[in-house]
């Protein structure tokens, strides 16, 4: 048995500087502009991939891979960062994070070939990974148990504001003059401001017992998430029945499970099993992995209603989105103040029933609907999801030891990530299937001449992103036919989609009646090997 702890490292403080370094409400300042930073690149670049394309030269494949590499490098390194933070200190790595995150940015900016860029974009996920659990540690370390709920709840509504703000802050900065390098340039003085004010205000933290990295388990879990997630980014396209994605799930698996043997044997592992031991950090997790799948599987598909089915160029979609950021604004901070209160339980299974009945008026979106049809389910999702942010995130890291509080806060943006990614994929089949289902019968009705089964394959492979590929020189008449059925089969895909969400929250709803919440216990043993 060893007891580390968790004690505090800072310089020499002059006159006055005291106060300043280690107040939890600017630690709390600086990690959110750290992190304000990596969401928002996580939604803006979305806007600028037609203009990178046209400009770099790049094929889909090239521009699916300046999100897929990022996202790839994000979550396979997420917890093994977190790790690095409880060993070396958690502002250390998140100024290092920082620092990396914004110099790669501007090396993004000034890539001139698509191969460039997307080498970069993995190191800029690398960089993204070491910054966000080493933000919550130091939150974790920074607040006291009764204002940890709020300091989250904060943090909840910035993570929404800056992803649900990306299309519109995209829009602004590429322009009508398509200035895709803007949208990474923006991220330097963004880096600049949040470095300095975070030497000057956090302090340092670290595990004191710990003294080396479980490097064979950072091997092992390293491929077991990349193949996982690997598997999830390519099974659209291999398809799920593939050889080739369940040979990348096998290897997840089985990577997996040599990595939770080595843990019960390694001296310092990487991630104690004990931490698992408590229901509510496990469960914590699976719900944490819920609500991204239901909330990214979403909103996946809500950008090509919005742009593809309405014809919104992408400032207006991101404009539409707007009753969910300024929602979340408010929500995230009550959900705090509320679990504080109530406790994690009640809130969370409220605010997945929320999400569930936001789902469900998501799945009656039609043709004609306008702002407000869509505005009523983005609030109530506002109201919904952030009560689950901040309590999973509580849960998981409030009742794992404070000495791995980096190691929780990777687990917690692993969970979000993965679910994501699932959510992303899995909802994305379902949509697909859907659309190849319906949309010959929606193409024969419409009278449109036949076509052999490739070319009808292909159509509905463009209607599952609301695209209608209609050649030049196509009469008017039968080009607003195929742009019908196209909307319509992609309609159909995407009521299904949220449906599925809906069922997702539900079910999560059902799993927040078994959680506790999170104690905040100094130096309280942990069986580390």
């Known amino acids: 048995m060893a007891h580390p702890k968790t004690v505090a490292a800072s310089p020499p403080a002059g006159p006055g500087a005291s106060s300043r370094q280690g107040h939890p409400w600017l630690t709390l300042l600086a990690v959110s502009l750290g992190v304000m ?40 390194f997420l917890i093994t960062a977190g790790k690095l933070g409880d060993l070396f200190g958690h502002k250390r790595i998140f100024m290092i994070g920082i620092a990396g995150f914004a110099l790669t940015s501007l090396a993004i900016g000034l890539s001139d070939s698509i191969g460039m860029l997307v080498a970069f974009r993995v190191l800029q996920g690398l960089f993204g990974a070491l910054l966000q659990p080493a933000a919550l540690a130091l939150l974790r370390a920074a607040f006291p148990a009764e204002k940890l709920n709020m300091a989250i709840g904060v943090w909840g509504a910035t993570i929404g504001l800056s992803s649900a703000a990306g299309p519109i802050v995209g829009g602004l900065l590429v322009g009508d003059d398509n200035n895709w390098q803007s949208v990474f340039f923006i991220n330097v003085p963004v880096g600049i401001v949040a470095l300095i004010v975070g030497m000057l205000v956090v302090k340092e933290s670290r595990a004191e017992s710990l003294s080396k990295v479980d490097w064979l388990g950072v091997v092992l879990l390293s491929g077991a998430m990349f193949c996982l997630i690997w598997a999830i980014i390519k099974a659209p396209e291999y398809g799920w029945g593939d050889t080739k994605t369940l040979a990348f799930i096998a290897g997840a698996v089985a990577l997996g499970a040599v990595f939770v043997w080595w843990q019960g044997r390694a001296a310092e592992p990487l991630v104690p099993l004990s931490l698992f031991s408590n229901l509510s950090v496990s469960i914590g997790t699976v719900l944490m992995v819920l609500m991204a799948f239901s909330m990214f599987g979403a909103m996946f598909f809500l950008t090509f209603y919005f742009q593809g089915v309405h014809g919104l160029k992408p400032l207006d979609a991101g404009i539409r989105m707007l009753p969910m950021s300024a929602g979340m604004i408010v929500a995230s901070p009550l959900a705090g103040v509320a679990i504080s209160k109530l406790g994690p339980k009640i809130p969370i299974a409220v605010g997945m029933l929320i999400t569930a009945t936001a789902m469900f008026l998501l799945s009656r979106l ?70 190849g289902e319906v949309l010959p019968g929606y193409w024969s009705a419409a009278k449109l001449p036949a076509l052999p089964p490739e070319q009808m394959a292909g159509m509905a492979q463009a209607a599952s992103f609301a695209e209608a590929p209609v050649q030049p020189g196509t009469p008017e008449a039968v080009a607003q036919a195929i742009t019908g059925v196209v909307n319509s089969s992609f309609l159909d895909g995407m009521q299904l989609g949220f449906q599925v969400s809906t069922g997702v929250a539900v079910l999560a709803a059902l799993l927040a009646l078994v959680v506790k919440a999170g104690r905040k216990t100094e130096g309280a043993p942990v069986h580390m090997g």
Do not use: C, H, R
């Open 37 to 76: 930073m990596v969401m928002l690149d996580g939604t803006v670049v979305a806007i600028a991939n037609p203009a990178i394309g046209a400009d770099l030269k790049a094929s889909l494949s090239d521009l699916q891979w300046v999100t897929s590499g990022y996202l790839l490098a994000l979550a396979v």
């Open 366 to 435: 039609g043709l004609e609907d306008g702002y407000v049809a869509s505005a009523i389910p983005f609030v109530l999702l506002a109201f919904g999801l952030s009560p689950v942010m901040v309590g999973a995130t509580e849960i998981i890291v409030g009742n794992a030891p404070e000495e791995l509080s980096g190691v929780a806060g990777g687990m917690q943006q692993s969970a979000m990530q993965v679910g994501g990614s699932l959510g992303t994929a899995v909802l994305g089949a379902i949509v697909a299937g859907k659309v």
